[in-house]
């Protein structure tokens, strides 16, 4: 949450020309709500079964530049299926980080209910490793801007072909 899978993700795929999706914008679509509502409506478990089910689907796709929601990680099947059908790329970000680039934005479910630092700091204990666990990839967002970080991207990419 943060890291800047879409703002990344989509700058990746039009310098590779491939196509970019954002899974939680698909959901979105897909459902005619907002991801906030979707939580209030069915819980972050019915939110977590969409997703799931957009995942499954997404990942067979080819020439596919794909933003996960920051939970995704969370179910086994997802970070199989992540794993086994594509690159992994993690965006890594501090915490602290986060909380710098999320505070005050709206659509954030997760970070509702609470001191939205130590929600992340939480979720990041829990997410961390599972993302290493599958990364193919992980990338510090700290400093670079975004099209530095699509270019180093883009050179692991090629380096790694």
Not at 36 to 49: C, L
Not at 95 to 108: N, Q, V
Not at 127 to 143: C, F, N, Q, S
Not at 145 to 151: A, D, E, F, G, I
Request: proline share 4%.
């Amino acid at each position: 949450m943060g890291a800047g899978k879409s703002t990344v993700g989509k700058l990746l795929a039009k310098k590779l020309d491939r196509r970019f999706l954002d899974a939680d914008h698909v959901i979105e679509e897909r459902c005619g709500v907002k991801i906030p509502i979707i939580f209030e409506m069915e819980g972050e478990a019915g939110f977590r079964k969409r997703e799931a089910q957009v995942i499954n689907e997404l990942t067979n796709e080819q020439d596919l530049i794909l933003a996960t929601g920051g939970g995704a990680v969370l179910f086994p099947e997802n970070r199989r299926l992540l794993s086994e059908r594509g690159t992994v790329i993690y965006l890594h970000a501090n915490p602290t980080e986060l909380w710098h680039r999320t505070k005050g934005s709206e659509g954030r479910p997760l970070l509702k209910n609470g001191d939205p630092k130590k929600i992340l700091e939480n979720l990041y204990t829990i997410r961390d490793p599972l993302y290493r666990e599958i990364a193919d990839y992980v990338i510090e967002t700290g400093k670079p801007s975004v099209n530095q970080l699509v270019h180093i991207l883009i050179t692991q990419l090629e380096l790694s072909a």
